[in-house]
């Protein structure tokens, strides 16, 4: 006879190893460890096995259970949730069968953590942000934890934390991890990973504790602290030792560390801005990864003509930051302009000023001041008055100017697309239809929903609203880009009715469209405001096309 311990992973039932499939289906007595252990898997005992929930049982009637299903000479499958090796008290029933004489073996499951990250999608050990995972706990009622190993401590590191069983104490996970990890270090907790209920609530040691209370999660979760959940890097090229191509590799092509080895990539997380928001300039390390080159690189100093000295770059999107990557890597003079709006927004190379200009009478003497050649307005397509003051700066110096503004969404055949002019008619839309409207209209765009009493909001923003808010909403604090999957999985969990958009266009927040198109949500679509005249592209390619045919190209 043995005892099988078996990992009956976080939820799902098809998380099962084919092992514990098939000792479950054979074992004639199944003891199981509490709710979270899938109905389904116990259901494929065999028909006459004894099937016995042991979550409240203390530990001398669950041997007793054993050595019944010995005397009976019934195999047992002992099931506990996620893996045997943390967290199951396997220890103390081990040490228990020892006693007894009885033999029994342990099956791996899918820990809680591996399912949470995998519900995330996102790599723990993200080389040179963290090569390290801490599985650690709070002390609950049943277990203290011993001396030494309180979270400051244990976390010391800065190294990825999953912390388990605490969703509860989130609170205080986040008072005792603020001073190690800092208060802008992202957070995710997921419950009941891989289960059909599932929640994932993301934020950062700032906001966490709120979110957390306003979903409602206050057990089977874990909460994962660490700058790998920053989507900030999601943009820079990450080097795996195991797989990037430009390793060196010895003669049976395994990668080498040594002489010659390619630096690290880059540093981790952009410096953040100046605090009080004042104007300065930041120059990035030097070791970010090149940005890729469209078909005609822009105008270099080096190709015998007249450089095209200064460019400015007005700053906020994608758009601008492959731009300005792509100039500096062409050894232009570039400098990005960015209005210092997010705490932490994602620089691009080259240098960086912060903050506003004062008016199109003061970005007119920046340009003469700075000897400015160029300047590309790639501000967001809602961003009027920066454009505003673009063009009449340009009008009185005389500086060219390009807009490069990406193109605007447009509806397909299965859209139902209710457009509006601006924000507060799209509340008024909303009020007047619908009960469960998901906002994605940025933070500013949220006081025209300002105290509505009626709808259920889900409002996503890169950062905390400081405004006005409906009366009852949920706040999901995430930066894009987001997958189809992910939007549909979203909007399903919430039952939204509607979802709210500026028509922003570009790819990286695309996907909200095609899932309200796949499950027939009608989307309020705000238009675009009119921008000033100007020469305008639509693309990085073709910015840097109008530099080449303004200023000459080194090909
Ligand atoms: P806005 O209303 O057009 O601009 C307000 C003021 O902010 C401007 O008058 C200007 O101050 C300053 N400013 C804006 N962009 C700047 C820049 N790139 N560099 C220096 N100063 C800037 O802009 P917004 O809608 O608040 O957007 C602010 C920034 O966020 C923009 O850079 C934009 O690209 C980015 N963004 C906006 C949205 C959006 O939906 N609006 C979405 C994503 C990103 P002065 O008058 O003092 O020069």
Excluded at 228 to 249: A, M
């Amino acid at each position: 006879m043995t005892v099988y311990f078996i990992g009956a992973g976080p939820g799902a039932a098809d998380l099962l190893t084919l092992r514990a499939a098939r000792l479950v289906s054979r074992c004639g007595t199944c003891l199981y460890a509490g709710s979270i252990v899938p109905s389904e898997v116990l259901a494929t005992s065999p028909a006459t096995a004894r099937v016995v929930n042991t979550a409240r049982m203390p530990l001398g009637d669950i041997i007793a259970e054993i050595r019944d299903a010995d005397d009976r000479g019934d195999d047992v499958a002992r099931l506990h949730s996620g893996d045997p090796s943390v967290y199951s008290a396997v220890a103390e029933q081990i040490q228990a069968l020892g006693a007894e004489g009885i033999r029994w073996e342990i099956v791996p499951g899918v820990p809680a953590f591996a399912a949470a990250a995998a519900g995330l999608g996102v790599e723990l050990t993200v080389p040179h942000v963290s090569q390290s995972v801490i599985l650690t706990r709070v002390d609950g009622r049943a277990t203290p934890m011993p001396a030494g190993e309180d979270l400051p401590s244990v976390c010391s590191s800065g190294a990825t934390a999953v912390i388990h069983l605490a969703a509860a104490q989130t609170p205080r996970v986040v008072r005792e991890l603020t001073p190690v990890y800092g208060a802008d270090c992202p957070v995710a907790v997921v419950g009941f990973a891989t289960r059909p209920d599932e929640v994932t609530v993301r934020g950062t040691l700032a906001d966490i504790a709120d979110l957390v209370a306003a979903s409602g999660i206050t057990r089977t979760a874990v909460i994962i602290v660490g700058r790998v959940l920053d989507r900030v890097g999601g943009d820079r090229t990450l080097r795996s030792f195991l797989y990037s191509d430009d390793r060196p590799r010895d003669a049976d092509g395994r990668t080498m560390r040594g002489p010659g080895a390619a630096a690290p990539a880059g540093d981790p997380v952009p410096a953040p801005p100046a605090a009080g928001g004042a104007p300065h300039s930041a120059r990035r390390p030097a070791q970010t990864p090149p940005a890729p080159r469209p078909p005609q690189a822009p105008p270099s100093p080096s190709d015998g003509r007249d450089g095209p000295g200064r460019i400015l770059i007005l700053g906020g999107t994608n758009e601008a930051r492959q731009l300005a990557d792509l100039m500096e890597t062409a050894g232009l003079d570039v400098v990005t302009s960015l209005a210092g709006r997010v705490s932490r927004p994602r620089l691009p190379r080259g240098e960086v000023r912060i903050g506003g200009f004062g008016g199109p009478e003061g970005l007119a003497h920046w340009l003469r001041q700075n000897d400015v050649s160029a300047v590309i307005d790639a501000t967001h397509p809602f961003a009027e008055t920066i454009s505003d003051s673009a063009a009449r700066a340009a009008g009185h110096t005389g500086v060219p100017l390009l807009r490069l503004h990406r193109r605007p969404w447009s509806p397909q055949p299965d859209d139902e697309w209710i457009r509006v002019p601006d924000m507060a008619a799209a509340a008024e839309a909303v009020r007047e239809r619908f009960r469960r409207p998901m906002l994605t209209v940025g933070r500013q765009g949220l006081a025209a929903f300002a105290g509505d009493t009626r709808g259920s909001y889900l409002i996503r923003c890169v950062e905390p609203p400081t405004g006005a808010l409906p009366h009852r909403y949920l706040l999901v604090l995430d930066r894009g880009p987001f997958g189809v999957d992910s939007e549909r999985a979203l909007m399903s969990r919430h039952r939204i009715d509607a979802l709210v958009t500026k028509n922003s266009g570009g790819e990286a927040t695309e996907a909200k469209l095609e899932a309200a198109r796949e499950l027939r949500i009608p989307v309020v679509m705000v238009d675009r405001p009119q921008a000033p005249p100007a020469e305008t592209v639509h693309t990085v390619d073709d910015a840097a096309r109008w530099l080449v045919e303004r200023f000459g190209s080194r090909q």
